[in-house]
């Protein structure tokens, strides 16, 4: 067992051995099945029990050598009996289990180990072009992630540059599954898995730079977040060519866990222009995306939500960070701001969408609803407590405004659902009158213009609501 290529240089002979047996009589063929499953185990003891670091290049080449040999005898095999159960695309979704072990057996892994991957994994794509079976894609791109999440785990809490190769190693096999799902879910658009499997390669690489933002301490977020905007422009270009648009409020919700989880974790006041400067930035592609390939998403709806709810996403970040680094008594222009762009691309939407485009509704709703919660979040940003409620009582009438202008059910529900929540925080919370001491003067208190407004909100939306 410390001679590993002497020791499987046999296994090998009784594999061809068996599968020539198999190839000639077709009666035996759950033989492949047994010898395959024999084999793997095999691999599997010597792995977890005989693996050094100066066996791994050469239990590497075992890995592949197998692989490969069972992945082509099974191709053939299904060529010549086309009848039977086809599982060549599983065989080498097994090489990357065995491929997994040294990860979880060894201390400190080499970057030779990658490129076997990436030979593993490009052909498994490869096998789905020639099968039209996505399945082993999806496992494959779950088992080459859940590798690196390993190999991550296996660093250093404290790291500075060496985050790189980890880093690169995401980026490149991120964008390797997001053209390779893009490409397959175009080609067999009916294939079991065919939608799933373009998000899930967008999604996993960032729930590995997430996993990594959250174990170790990384003082200057550039390096996740440059790999983050190049998976992102990555993702918005594949959103462009393939007309896959569910793409862009994946990368958009993606982004923004990602900038949560640093700030959660590493964020110092300190050292707050350049995490600003990326959230804004971040902002800025995702709001100006449909914008620029305005003829191409004239009629779609989800990259224009996507730029719309950016806002609302980056916005939450900024409030916190600027209040945390630079606290101060005019945070209400903080909303002011963000209106800004929700309010340019509604006019937008107005002046270059006509009235027989099918999202314009929608597109309208999105951007004018959007504007609507800054313009309303002033209140409650600035003023405080009680503040908060006549907020959403004003919001909620705002859109019940909205939706008599653009008649979006969504507007509507929305409204609604605020204006309840105000209500029930009136009229069913005891703590409300609790939120200042009354003064001396009767009547004309806070209670007054609180309850006065929400009921006026209410009021109002109702009279807008009425057909």
Request: hydrophobic share 60%.
């Given at each position: 067992?410390?001679?590993?290529?002497?020791?499987?240089?046999?296994?090998?002979?009784?594999?061809?051995?068996?599968?020539?047996?198999?190839?000639?009589?077709?009666?035996?063929?759950?033989?492949?099945?047994?010898?395959?499953?024999?084999?793997?185990?095999?691999?599997?003891?010597?792995?977890?029990?005989?693996?050094?670091?100066?066996?791994?290049?050469?239990?590497?080449?075992?890995?592949?050598?197998?692989?490969?040999?069972?992945?082509?005898?099974?191709?053939?095999?299904?060529?010549?009996?086309?009848?039977?159960?086809?599982?060549?695309?599983?065989?080498?979704?097994?090489?990357?289990?065995?491929?997994?072990?040294?990860?979880?057996?060894?201390?400190?892994?080499?970057?030779?180990?990658?490129?076997?991957?990436?030979?593993?994994?490009?052909?498994?794509?490869?096998?789905?072009?020639?099968?039209?079976?996505?399945?082993?894609?999806?496992?494959?791109?779950?088992?080459?992630?859940?590798?690196?999440?390993?190999?991550?785990?296996?660093?250093?809490?404290?790291?500075?540059?060496?985050?790189?190769?980890?880093?690169?190693?995401?980026?490149?096999?991120?964008?390797?599954?997001?053209?390779?799902?893009?490409?397959?879910?175009?080609?067999?658009?009916?294939?079991?898995?065919?939608?799933?499997?373009?998000?899930?390669?967008?999604?996993?690489?960032?729930?590995?730079?997430?996993?990594?933002?959250?174990?170790?301490?990384?003082?200057?977020?550039?390096?996740?977040?440059?790999?983050?905007?190049?998976?992102?422009?990555?993702?918005?270009?594949?959103?462009?060519?393939?007309?896959?648009?569910?793409?862009?409020?994946?990368?958009?919700?993606?982004?923004?866990?990602?900038?949560?989880?640093w700030h959660q974790q590493s964020f110092s006041v300190e050292q707050?222009?350049?995490?600003?400067?990326?959230?804004?930035?971040?902002?800025?592609?995702?709001?100006?995306?449909?914008?620029?390939?305005?003829?191409?998403?004239?009629?779609?709806?989800?990259?224009?939500?996507?730029?719309?709810?950016?806002?609302?996403?980056?916005f939450s970040l900024v409030y916190r960070l600027v209040g945390q680094?630079?606290?101060?008594?005019?945070?209400?222009?903080?909303?002011?701001?963000?209106?800004?762009?929700?309010?340019?691309?509604?006019?937008?939407?107005?002046?270059?969408?006509?009235?027989?485009?099918?999202?314009?509704?929608?597109?309208?709703?999105?951007?004018?609803?959007?504007?609507?919660?800054?313009?309303?979040?002033?209140?409650?940003?600035?003023?405080?407590?009680?503040?908060?409620?006549?907020?959403?009582?004003?919001?909620?009438?705002?859109?019940?405004?909205?939706?008599?202008?653009?008649?979006?059910?969504?507007?509507?529900?929305?409204?609604?659902?605020?204006?309840?929540?105000?209500?029930?925080?009136?009229?069913?919370?005891?703590?409300?009158?609790?939120?200042?001491?009354?003064?001396?003067?009767?009547?004309?208190?806070?209670?007054?213009?609180?309850?006065?407004?929400?009921?006026?909100?209410?009021?109002?939306?109702?009279?807008?609501?009425?057909?």
């Amino acid at each position: 067992t410390e001679r590993p290529v002497l020791l499987y240089t046999f296994v090998l002979g009784i594999n061809v051995i068996a599968l020539r047996v198999v190839w000639h009589q077709s009666r035996v063929g759950i033989a492949q099945s047994i010898i395959g499953t024999l084999t793997f185990l095999h691999l599997s003891i010597w792995t977890a029990d005989r693996l050094t670091p100066e066996l791994l290049p050469h239990a590497l080449g075992i890995f592949l050598a197998f692989g490969l040999l069972h992945t082509a005898f099974a191709v053939l095999m299904e060529r010549k009996a086309p009848n039977q159960v086809p599982f060549a695309g599983w065989v080498p979704v097994i090489t990357l289990v065995l491929l997994l072990m040294p990860v979880l057996c060894l201390d400190a892994i080499s970057l030779s180990m990658w490129p076997v991957i990436l030979l593993v994994d490009l052909l498994i794509i490869g096998l789905a072009v020639m099968t039209g079976r996505l399945m082993p894609v999806l496992a494959a791109l779950v088992l080459t992630l859940i590798t690196a999440g390993a190999w991550l785990f296996r660093w250093p809490r404290e790291i500075g540059f060496t985050l790189m190769p980890f880093l690169f190693v995401i980026g490149s096999f991120a964008i390797l599954f997001g053209i390779a799902s893009s490409f397959l879910s175009r080609k067999l658009p009916k294939a079991a898995f065919s939608a799933l499997l373009p998000v899930s390669s967008a999604v996993l690489p960032f729930l590995l730079l997430i996993l990594a933002t959250l174990r170790l301490q990384i003082a200057n977020p550039s390096p996740v977040f440059g790999l983050a905007l190049l998976l992102t422009v990555f993702l918005l270009g594949l959103v462009r060519i393939s007309g896959i648009t569910a793409l862009a409020p994946t990368a958009l919700g993606c982004v923004l866990a990602l900038e949560w989880a640093w700030h959660q974790q590493s964020f110092s006041v300190e050292q707050a222009t350049t995490p600003l400067l990326w959230y804004l930035g971040f902002y800025a592609i995702f709001t100006v995306f449909p914008l620029v390939f305005q003829k191409q998403f004239a009629t779609r709806k989800l990259p224009w939500i996507a730029s719309a709810a950016a806002g609302i996403g980056t916005f939450s970040l900024v409030y916190r960070l600027v209040g945390q680094t630079w606290p101060n008594e005019m945070m209400g222009l903080l909303p002011v701001a963000f209106a800004i762009a929700p309010l340019l691309c509604l006019v937008f939407v107005l002046k270059h969408h006509g009235t027989e485009n099918p999202a314009r509704l929608t597109q309208l709703a999105w951007f004018g609803g959007v504007a609507l919660f800054f313009i309303t979040l002033i209140f409650p940003i600035q003023f405080e407590k009680q503040w908060i409620t006549i907020g959403w009582a004003l919001e909620g009438a705002a859109l019940c405004w909205l939706f008599r202008r653009v008649p979006h059910p969504g507007l509507r529900g929305t409204g609604t659902v605020l204006l309840v929540a105000s209500f029930v925080r009136l009229a069913l919370n005891p703590a409300v009158l609790e939120y200042q001491i009354r003064g001396e003067t009767p009547i004309l208190n806070w209670q007054l213009y609180a309850y006065s407004l929400s009921a006026l909100a209410m009021f109002f939306a109702a009279f807008w609501l009425t057909p």
